[in-house]
């Protein structure tokens, strides 16, 4: 036993009356109270398919953030990657403010006890380069929004800021405001009548970063409300719904999309690896194109090019995110019917080409997601988005891609209906942004949906 150790038994044994002694052989008085938070991780077992993964850690004293995290108005955080999803909450605890967890999610996401901004993103230290324990990525931490401006639909979903040194910008292909139907599209500041528990002031279908964000649909949109910007559809505006002016019987689907197999060199059965380069990597549209009769109604596509940051000083870009949530009046009714109507985007990066919105390894359509649909009929959180009564919706997703730092490629959004083009289905869009860390799309938490 070391002198100094010796000694505080000593003193420990002079004082015992009064204070008593730890088990350390320091002085203690009282109780403290203070805890710690927890880490909980569930690791992936590839032979069980797509897993999900919880963090947990204590809020008193300390927050947590994840870089390019996003959450749901409600207060709920949904990342992940590829076919697998992540879910992170904080729970409040007595920890001790000098005190960090620091927990790994997954391979492309960290949550870390830096204090966080008001969209979860670490502040960190620019000065030092870093976010915590993770890298400082500019893309991230200094983009700035510039969708307040006007209504301009590629702004409000993160794109085009004109002076931002972190912009992403898109160079139309395919233009959105060119769409045959202009009411099968909006920017809006808010959808729907329900608020925010956390803030009543706010609508829980709010934008991600900025003040607005995209809708897109497969039937006509209301007009949002001049002075406010909150689009708000009448009771089942969604069903029996409208054929809106975009294409309809489209039997192959607008370049660059295919919704053949492309993984194993277009074999398909190996999804995320080997891709042909032509169709989907991710082996997630074929089935649900065949089970639609492969024919699509109220066609609404766009989509351009990009070019992907390369300046590692202090970091490439390696990827992208964006938000997401899925509305359908076909659930549930329509599960396992030919009437399933879909919403994807389609990179044709270096590294990956294919569909890259997927929520536990599912594409999203109304069968895919019969599983994963957050919000039933007759949920209050549906009020005034024309899906009060019949039909559902997901929470808030992120979806994330690989790109290689100086390549240009394409990115393009669709949505559709297959069976039909009557019940309607609607995809909100917000927060296009670069990221650093990016994702590996052929490993198990490789690229996908968060």
């Known amino acids: 036993m070391s002198e100094r150790v010796s000694w505080g038994w000593v003193l420990c044994a002079g004082l015992l009356l009064s204070y008593g002694c730890g088990d350390d052989g320091t002085s203690t008085s009282g109780t403290t109270g203070d805890t710690t938070g927890e880490e909980t991780t569930e690791d992936p077992d590839p032979s069980v398919g797509p897993t999900s993964v919880t963090t947990t850690m204590g809020a008193t004293g300390s927050t947590g953030g994840t870089m390019g995290e996003t959450g749901t108005t409600a207060g709920e955080t949904e990342t992940g990657v590829g076919p697998s999803t992540t879910e992170s909450t904080i729970e409040p605890t007595t920890e001790d403010p000098s005190t960090t967890d620091n927990t790994t999610e997954n391979p492309t996401t960290t949550t870390t006890g830096e204090p966080t901004t008001t969209d979860g993103t670490s502040t960190g230290d620019p000065t030092t380069g870093t976010t915590g324990d993770e890298p400082y990525c500019e893309f991230v931490d200094e983009k700035v929004s510039c969708d307040g401006d006007d209504n301009d639909p590629l ?43 956390d803030d009543p002031a706010l609508p829980f279908w709010g934008p991600q970063e900025g003040e607005k964000f995209l809708v897109i649909s497969t039937g006509d949109l209301r007009d949002p409300f001049m002075q406010t910007g909150l689009l708000v559809n009448g009771i089942d505006d969604a069903s029996p719904g409208l054929d809106n002016d975009n294409p309809n019987d489209v039997g192959m689907l607008p370049a660059p999309v295919s919704p053949v197999d492309g993984s194993n060199n277009g074999q398909g059965g190996t999804p995320f690896q080997d891709c042909d380069g032509v169709n989907d990597c991710s082996d997630t549209l074929q089935a649900q194109w065949i089970i639609g009769n492969e024919i699509a109604h109220d066609v609404l596509h766009f989509g351009g090019s990009l070019t992907v940051p390369e300046d590692p000083d202090p970091l490439n870009a390696t990827g992208y995110e964006f938000d997401f949530a899925y509305f359908s009046a076909e659930y549930p009714n329509f599960v396992d019917s030919q009437f399933n109507d879909v919403f994807l985007a389609w990179s044709t990066s270096e590294t990956y080409t294919g569909n890259v919105t997927f929520i536990d390894g599912q594409p999203l359509t109304v069968t895919a997601l019969q599983d994963n649909f957050d919000y039933n009929p007759n949920d209050p959180v549906l009020a005034g988005t024309g899906f009060d009564h019949v039909g559902g919706a997901t929470k808030w997703f992120t979806a994330e891609g690989s790109a290689t730092p100086g390549e240009t490629f394409e990115i393009h959004f669709m949505i559709f209906d297959m069976g039909d083009p009557d019940l309607d289905t609607t995809v909100l869009l917000d927060n296009f942004h670069w990221v650093c860390e990016g994702c590996v799309p052929s490993e198990v938490m490789g690229c996908g949906i968060m």
């Open 155 to 197: 702004k409000a979903l993160g794109f085009n800021c004109d002076g931002d040194d972190y912009a992403v910008t898109l160079t139309p292909i395919v233009d959105i405001q060119d769409a045959p139907d202009s009411d099968s599209w909006r920017v809006v500041t808010g959808f729907g009548l329900a608020k925010d528990p």
